[in-house]
């Protein structure tokens, strides 16, 4: 909301200090975004006339001009050519500082003196007009030596651009900032008294009706009618403050209705009576398939619900006497009964209608007006009268025949009664740490308008009716508080560092993901952060057959779908790091990935619908690690090896890689050169290590094309689940103080025998006396045979008791060796 | 040259074709049949410049037709045979690199020495959550998907209130129309706790929830659709604004060190009454006034206030009994305001030369 002071003035005496208003105006929470000094930098500039144009030699792009601008020729160097001798035109003098903050300085040039600037709109902060100077002749009043501000009317103004909070409908207008500035300022409001208006003794009602079917939908309706209305331009002040406040002016009717909203808050709409049938208004609820074409040339289908929860198409039409609908109520007219040249008695129509009604009907049609914000929010229906008059006061300033008829038609006719809020006042002192006295209070509620009577510490508060947002009853007691603090200022509260006897902690979920993520780090890898926004077919490019997750409403395309996987946003950023020419290039992410519910992924049902009395499905969340690896030399190994880092980092007890090959972990990967991590104990799936797939590579990182890209990817949901992944135990054990032997061994082994299932056998074998056991070789070629290889195992053994002897490492060994061979491995 | 231009003469060279491009194994192979088809050499070209030696117009028409037919056909083949030849040398290049990661000598594996940089957003998260931590809360979080709810109704927010205008809402294509979404702020997590914890009879709840939220909002240097906030909520008996106040300034010199204050203006948010809107001093020209805080002093962070009835009313629990105050703001714009980042876009180019910095 634009708020010029000039207009802020008409209802309380402020000062100039514009910082201090600024300031001010932020704490009551009417958050000024800008400030726009009007006519600031104006000051010099004259208006000035043509007199002479000619050529300079050896400059093509500038001429030299002499200007008369009340004292005698002047010399300037102009690069515009829009004009023509005895032209009027700005003139910046030397030592003009122009809005922009530009100071003009005689300048030479090609050996002409240039003593000041002509200036374009766009210099002078006049419009945006930059492609010649602003041409003043046609301007009355304008004449050589004249300031640029008398002649174009501009007076020095200041503009506050204020935020407008939703819960303030009653600050959305001018008098309602001054309410507030005033009241924290000390000084005396003013209301918008109902002025003398000339009215006529012909009735409302011999001229018009009006009928509300609908009183849900239309709390309060009120029509009036203007008799010998001359349609013209308003009165210039009345045109600038609409101008100032970013409104455009059309006529005097139109503009009179955009004041009174602007100064009231109330919007009001002129209708051309003749063109209404009835004459009169009636106001219903829309029929399904209704249709009206609107001020902006649209047909627009009514009652039809919409896609909004909640939302059953109930739409507020403004109808004429014979039932057509001519406007959709407190959002825009329609185009029949526009306000014309010819028109010269205007019905005016100034009513309240259910907020939440407003705001479907204008979402759902995505028609957002002035007027539409205003009721979506709720207006003041106690202001429709002084609404209806003050139209008629600005319209007669230049149309003096109008003549407002007697009586004007309000439904319902007695004003809205205020509802009273019981405020203890320790409640409020409960909710804002303070000691306030009920008689302290009520003053600071009377500052914007509320009326409170003290009953032993228990006010009694009138709700003034432009205050819709202040509900009944207990949160009514909330909403009068903020009003308490709000008007004696945030800042005057107390503060406090409160106390409590529980722990702070972080959650399971923190500690283990900072766990995870300090393994990670160590490898060298960087932390990426990618959308969870993607494009369609990201799932298909994985190779996963499955249904995506969609945005019903997406910004673009290209963030339409919720990401299934963190591979391919990685490997994107992966890619375009090499192609930076970067070294060492390794990241990962932690993040969530989302499963269609219909993919048969864990479910996830939550509260949903309105009163939250559903159930609905919605897609699964998942966490994952995904850690990419695209250094030179790095391949699935690296991948396997850093997954054994993560075990051990984590304290996991043994995690392994799996054999399973149809696990959706592996989408993505290379498919001869993955494999799943699983849980030794539990045979829970809870990774992937290998190399993305190059196919995938080449498809969104063609900067790493023919590179192996090592792969990690980890359920963290799964990991960190302790049932679905064990953990070393609790319990210390405590190490052995004799020294331990290790035994190499090598088997042939069949393909067929993995090299877990060896290793199992070989420890068994080995017993208690195992400390460790640890794959070191493994070897394929001439001395093998085919089908098999060579599995290299070392085995630490270490007794807590003694030190072992070699005929007791001869037995352990020979047990080894038997229990290998019970495999059909063969001791090479 | 005539005589290879009747329709036998040019079906035959086309069959030649096929034939060539059929029996190629490789798609090098293919490649190399494929341009000498297309060659200038080739029969088929040799046969379509000799068109200009036929007389007979309505000859010379049909012979063309022919062999552009030919040429269509010879493209066909080829990807079809390029097709047949791509899955076939994928498998045989998969096979060939095929490794059994069961047998990897993890032992042998070098890791490279070094170490990385976590992202700044987690980094801003991890201090924030410490400083809420060492103040007495709990860390909790929850799921990114919301429904209706969780991420408006219950935070007093009902179907058709005008101030969801003020949250631009990303809806999925699941159940009922806009009832499943991407939550627009950490504050359904508000709803979350307190439903557990009235369930559990677990009261009272000091807890901080970080995490990913979501908005309809065209990337600009200040503004990410996908991006982090962190929220507090602390419901306790005789909890009051006073506290409110005091938590921001204790976290506010906490985290952004001694001279850095905070201050409250009114603001509204449907789930907190009063609202305040919280501004800290501004970081850039510690409060002498600068162009960032357009020469304030103090720039916004976050939103805060008491919890409002209507909540309360939502999840069961008794305001007479208990008071508490929520607050939130963004991670990213923290970490933006603390490191002077100039464009918010930089946190997810995840481009390396950045990231090393922190």
């Known amino acids: ?828 | 040259m005539s005589d290879q231009l009747t329709p036998e003469s040019i079906a035959a060279l086309l069959e030649q074709a096929v034939a060539a491009l059929t029996a190629a194994e490789s798609l090098a192979d293919l490649d190399h049949q494929a341009s000498a088809i297309r060659a200038k050499d080739s029969a088929l070209m040799a046969a379509r410049r000799s068109l200009g030696t036929l007389d007979d117009i309505d000859a010379r028409k049909a012979a063309g037709a022919l062999l552009n037919d030919a040429m269509t056909t010879v493209t066909e083949v080829v990807e079809a045979r390029r097709a047949v030849l791509e899955v076939s040398e994928r498998a045989t290049q998969l096979e060939a690199d095929r490794l059994d990661l069961t047998e990897v000598v993890v032992g042998d594996v070098s890791l490279p020495l070094g170490r990385g940089h976590a992202h700044l957003v987690t980094q801003t998260r991890a201090s924030l959550e410490a400083v809420f931590v060492a103040m007495g809360f709990t860390v909790e979080e929850g799921p990114e998907v919301e429904t209706d709810w969780y991420n408006f109704e219950a935070l007093n927010l009902p179907p058709g209130h005008p101030a969801r205008d003020m949250y631009d809402t990303m809806y999925l294509d699941i159940a009922q129309p806009e009832t499943v979404l991407l939550r627009t702020h950490t504050s359904p997590m508000q709803i979350h706790l307190l439903e557990r914890a009235v369930a559990d009879g677990t009261l009272p709840v000091h807890a901080a929830m970080a995490g990913r939220c979501y908005r309809l909002d065209t990337p600009d240097a200040r503004h990410l659709p996908v991006f982090h906030q962190i929220e507090g909520l602390v419901i306790d008996r005789g909890i009051t604004f006073a506290d409110l106040a005091g938590v921001i300034e204790t976290f506010t010199a906490a985290y952004f060190g001694p001279d850095i204050h905070s201050r409250l203006r009114p603001a509204y948010f449907p789930f907190t009454e009063p609202s305040a809107e919280f501004e800290i001093t501004c970081t850039i020209c510690r409060g002498e006034g600068c162009r960032t805080c357009s020469r304030t002093g103090w720039i916004e962070l976050g939103g805060c206030g008491m919890v409002d009835p209507a909540v309360f009313a939502a999840v069961g629990i008794d305001p007479a009994e208990w008071s508490g105050f929520a607050f939130g703001f963004g991670i990213d714009r923290c970490a933006q305001m603390r490191h002077q980042i100039a464009d918010m876009r930089s946190l997810i180019e995840n481009d390396l030369r950045f990231m090393r910095q922190f």
Not at chain 1, 387 to 392: I, K
Not at chain 1, 736 to 755: I, M, Q
């Open chain 1, 1 to 828: 909301m634009r708020a010029p002071l000039s207009w802020l003035r008409e209802f309380a005496p402020f000062p100039d200090d514009v910082a201090l208003l600024r300031a001010t105006l932020d704490d009551l929470g009417l958050v000024v975004e800008d400030v726009e000094i009007v006519g600031e930098g104006l000051e010099d500039v004259v208006v000035a006339r043509i007199d002479e144009i000619s050529a300079i030699e050896g400059a093509d792009k500038v001429r030299r001009v002499v200007v008369d601008a009340g004292d005698g020729p002047l010399e300037i160097v102009c690069g515009a050519t829009n004009f023509a001798l005895g032209d009027l035109v700005p003139l910046a003098p030397v030592g003009a500082t122009l809005p922009g903050g530009f100071s003009i300085a005689k300048r030479k040039m090609r050996g002409v003196t240039s003593n000041g600037m002509l200036c374009s709109g766009n210099e002078l902060g006049l419009g945006d007009d930059h492609s010649g100077l602003l041409l003043l002749t046609e301007v009355p009043g304008a004449a050589p030596g004249a300031a640029i501000t008398e002649a174009l009317g501009i007076e020095a103004d200041v503009v506050f651009d204020v935020t407008v909070e939703g819960n303030r409908p009653d600050a959305w207008c001018i008098s309602g900032i001054a309410r507030d500035l005033a009241g924290r300022m000390g000084l005396e409001f003013r209301p918008t008294m109902s002025a003398e208006v000339a009215r006529s003794s012909a009735e409302t009602v011999s001229l018009a009706s009006a009928e509300v079917l609908d009183h849900e939908l239309c709390t309060r309706l009120g029509v009036a009618v203007l008799t010998d209305v001359i349609v013209a331009d308003s009165p210039d002040w009345i045109q600038r403050r609409l101008q100032l406040a970013g409104m455009r002016p059309i006529n005097n009717v139109v503009d009179a209705s955009n004041y009174v909203m602007l100064e009231l808050g109330q919007p009001t709409h002129p209708y051309d009576l003749a063109k209404v049938e009835g004459p009169g208004l009636r106001v219903r609820q829309a029929r399904t398939g209704e249709q009206i074409v609107t001020l902006d040339e649209v047909t627009r289908t009514l009652g039809v619900p919409g896609r909004g929860l909640g939302d059953a198409g109930i739409d507020c039409v403004i109808c004429d006497g014979s039932d057509s609908v001519i406007g959709i109520a407190g959002i825009m007219g329609g185009a029949t009964s526009e306000i014309e040249a010819t028109t010269s008695t205007v019905l005016l129509e100034a009513a309240a209608f259910d907020p939440i009604i407003v705001t479907r009907t204008s979402r759902r049609l995505a028609l957002r007006t002035e007027a539409a914000a205003r009721f979506s929010k709720g207006t003041d229906p106690g202001v429709i009268e002084l609404a209806m008059v003050r139209f008629a006061e600005l319209v007669q300033l230049s149309s003096p025949t109008a003549l407002l008829c007697a009586n004007p038609i309000i439904i319902p006719s007695a004003p809205p009664i205020a509802r009273q809020v019981i405020v203890p006042i320790e409640r409020v002192n409960a909710l804002l740490g303070t000691d306030l006295d009920a008689a302290e209070a009520g003053e600071l509620l009377s500052r914007v308008g509320f009326v409170a009577t003290d009953a032993d510490g228990v006010l009694t508060v009138s709700i003034p009716t432009n205050r819709p947002d202040i509900r009944d009853g207990d949160p009514g007691v909330a909403d009068v508080t903020e009003e308490i603090a709000r008007t004696a200022g945030y800042s005057t509260l107390p503060r406090r560092r409160p106390s409590w006897p529980q722990p702070g902690a972080p959650g399971d979920r923190q500690v283990f993901r900072a766990a995870v993520r300090e393994v990670i780090l160590g490898t060298g890898a960087s932390e990426a952060w990618t959308s969870s926004l993607v494009a369609p077919g990201e799932i298909a490019l994985l190779g996963l057959d499955e249904e995506e997750v969609v945005i019903t409403n997406p910004l673009t395309v290209e963030e339409s779908r919720l990401r299934r996987s963190l591979l391919p946003g990685l490997l994107r950023s992966v890619g375009r790091n090499l192609e930076r020419r970067q070294e060492r290039v390794a990241l990962f992410e932690i993040g969530s990935v989302f499963v269609h519910p219909s993919a048969g992924g864990p479910r996830r049902t939550t509260r949903a619908g309105a009163l939250g009395g559903h159930e609905a499905e919605v897609p699964g969340e998942a966490e994952r690690l995904h850690l990419l690896i695209a250094h030179d030399d790095a391949d699935a190994r690296t991948a396997v090896a850093v997954a054994q880092l993560l075990v051990d980092g984590l304290g996991l007890r043994r995690v392994i890689v799996g054999a399973q090959s149809d696990d959706d972990l592996l989408a993505g990967l290379h498919p001869t050169r993955a494999a799943v991590l699983v849980d030794k104990a539990t045979s829970c799936v809870v990774g992937a290590v290998g190399e993305v797939d190059p196919r995938l590579v080449d498809e969104l990182a063609p900067g790493a094309r023919d590179r192996r890209i090592a792969s990690v990817e980890i359920d963290l949901d799964v990991l960190r689940d302790p049932t679905k992944v064990l953990r070393r135990p609790l319990e210390a054990v405590a190490v052995s103080r004799f020294p331990s032997s290790d035994l190499d061994l090598a088997f042939v082994t069949p393909d067929a025998v993995g090299v877990e299932a060896l290793l199992d056998a070989v420890s068994a074998g080995a017993g208690e006396l195992l400390e460790d056991i640890r794959l070191f070789d493994v070897y394929r070629g001439p001395g093998v045979d085919a089908g098999s290889r060579s599995l290299a195992v070392r085995c630490r053994l270490v007794s807590e008791e003694r030190t072992l002897g070699d005929a007791e490492l001869a037995s352990v060994r020979q047990a080894m060796i038997e229990a290998a061979t019970a495999l059909g491995a063969v001791l090479r």
